[in-house]
């Protein structure tokens, strides 16, 4: 079964993200700038929050693999995503019913690799 | 089973000591699995229509149950014969092992002759059946199922008298049934589809596009005809399909509905106006990327394997390529989907009902097929990586993926006492 991890990360983690995991054998990776805000409502650890919530900057990957890489991808991305401190990101796994590819019409594993 | 010379057991045996050899099998286990676990020949008395009364020979065979509940067809046929049935029992085993579903190999079949019989007759034949080897059948111990000329009416009967004996409704003890009564969405097409699965998989592998790949099919029953209409479906070109009174040909296509409702008026593929016709021999040998054997055993054999142009042949049907065959085969460097693999849909959509029935909940059609085509393409992963590794056929990595998944769970499980 497919699954696809979606995850926030601080955009500097980017490029060596993305590396990481195509040598992990992920075959494909959507990219997207988003804004977002966790338990630390927009504030950093420097900061002293308010009542205020502020968005912060972060970068989404989505990565739909074989459900027996997800554990690696995951480890990967706890690794280099890491800063050190609060606001690092998310890691999300979803389940995917079924995958597409429109070129070649292939489905479910064959869409995917 | 049908007019083979030779003895489907000793065939069966032949399989599996050479796979012993290949994978060096245990010699306590392989001893094991030369031997049916329980054999059971029954008489079956039954009062025909005239009154008279018949005694007619059934049999259920349970070849491994190291895996799981037996699971296997009910077969009605003049020549079935209990090393006809030991023989399939064992294939069973395999097939069930290869797609990894908890179930051992079990077959079963009664002498006779369906079509001179009524309906009533078959009623009465079938629950006495199901009465004499109700010890040895149950959603735990043995699940049977359809086979040769027999039916969703066939499997209710059955469930209806094991439920009666145990006082409840037990659907989980056949499978095949009507939907009315649990039986599983996409029963019907499951062998198909999961043909197609594999042969998906496999173009893959080999580098090749399945649209426009020119398909062969021979036999238009269930598995031929929703074979023909899936993989038309899927952008390939059918240019012959044939059943029992010969085939037709067109190199630029045959629309697999219009053959479909061509068979239904007429009864047969034969005379099709877009088409023309030609013999099953020479349906085998056409010219053509994929050929689907999905009629009856033994039709690739060492007199026309040689002339076979297909790039793939995918088995649909058991056993139709024989062991001389599958060796030219081989030197020709034909790539083959072993039924084993290939047909394994059916049984695999079997066990989803099964399951349905012991939860008391049902999937949507959508969901069983994306189930089906996940076990499918795990099942063909798994043979065709062996057989890189090994450097075997596809057959032999298929026989010895299923020989060594039933030899692990037999030797955790420990022989008792």
């Known amino acids: 079964m497919l699954k696809k991890i979606e995850c926030f990360i601080q955009p500097s983690k980017l490029d060596t993200i993305k590396d990481a995991i195509f040598s992990a054998g992920a075959e494909g990776l959507s990219v997207t700038d988003v804004r977002g805000v966790g338990r630390q409502r ?6 002293k929050p308010k009542k205020k919530v502020k968005f912060l900057p ?33 890691i999300f796994v979803v389940p995917v019913e079924d995958a597409v590819r429109i070129s070649t019409e292939e489905v479910g594993k064959s869409a995917i690799y | ?85 030991k023989a399939m029992a064992m294939w069973m085993t395999w097939k069930c092992a290869i797609v990894n579903i908890p179930f051992g190999g079990a077959k079963g079949g009664i002498v006779c002759k369906p079509e001179e019989m009524s ?49 409840y409704s037990v659907p989980g003890v056949v499978t095949g049934k009507p939907l009315s009564i649990g039986g599983s969405l996409g029963r019907n097409e499951a062998t198909a589809r999961g043909c197609v699965y594999t042969l998906m998989s496999a173009v893959k592998y080999l580098g090749l596009d399945l649209h426009r790949q020119r398909v062969v099919v021979q036999g238009y029953g269930n598995v031929g005809w929703n074979s023909a209409k899936l993989l038309f479906e899927q952008g390939c070109k059918i240019i012959g399909v044939s059943d029992v009174e010969g085939g037709i040909y067109n190199s630029d296509g045959l629309d697999p509905y219009k053959v479909y409702e061509h068979s239904r008026k007429t009864g047969s593929v034969v005379n099709y106006k877009e088409a023309e016709n030609l013999t099953n021999q020479e349906l085998l040998t056409l010219n053509c990327d994929i050929l689907m054997p999905a009629a009856i ?52 959509v079997s066990y989803f009902e099964w399951v349905q029935g012991m939860q008391a909940y049902f999937w949507s059609e959508r969901e069983i097929n994306l189930k089906l085509r996940d076990i499918m ?41």
């Open chain 1, 58 to 90: 972060k970068t989404k990957l989505e990565i739909v693999v074989d459900e027996e890489m997800v554990e690696d991808i995951i480890a990967l991305i706890k690794k280099l995503g890491r800063t050190g401190t609060i606001g690092a990101g998310k």
């Open chain 1, 42 to 47: 927009g504030y950093t650890a420097e900061e």
């Open chain 2, 297 to 348: 055993e033994t039709q690739i054999t060492k007199s026309n394997a040689r002339r076979i142009k297909a790039k793939v042949l995918l088995e649909a049907a058991n056993g139709p390529t024989t062991p001389e065959a599958d060796k030219i085969l081989e030197d020709k460097g034909i790539f083959v989907i072993p039924d084993i693999l290939a047909n394994a849909g059916g049984v695999t």
């Open chain 2, 1 to 85: 089973m049908q007019s083979t010379k030779f003895n489907p057991w000793e065939m069966a045996l032949e399989q599996l000591d050479s796979v012993a050899r290949k994978m060096k099998l245990n010699p306590n286990v392989h001893a094991i699995l030369r031997h049916p676990k329980k054999s059971l020949i029954v008489s079956i008395p039954v009062r025909m229509d005239n009154g008279s009364v018949r005694v007619f020979t059934g049999y259920r065979v349970q070849h491994n149950i190291s895996r799981g509940p037996g699971k296997g067809g009910i077969r009605y046929h003049p020549d079935v014969t209990l090393d006809g049935v």
């Open chain 2, 119 to 167: 309906s009533d007759e078959l009623e009465r034949l079938t629950r006495r059946y199901t009465s004499e080897i109700i010890l040895m059948i149950g959603p735990e111990r043995d699940i049977p199922a359809p086979d040769v000329n027999t039916n969703q009416q066939i499997m209710a009967w059955i469930m209806d008298t094991y439920s009666i004996d145990k006082g």
């Open chain 2, 377 to 417: 393409q795990k099942a063909f992963d798994n043979v065709y990586r062996l057989s890189r590794k090994k450097k075997v056929t596809m057959r032999t990595a298929a026989y010895i993926l299923a020989v060594s998944r039933v030899a692990d769970a037999h030797l955790t499980r420990g022989l008792y006492p």
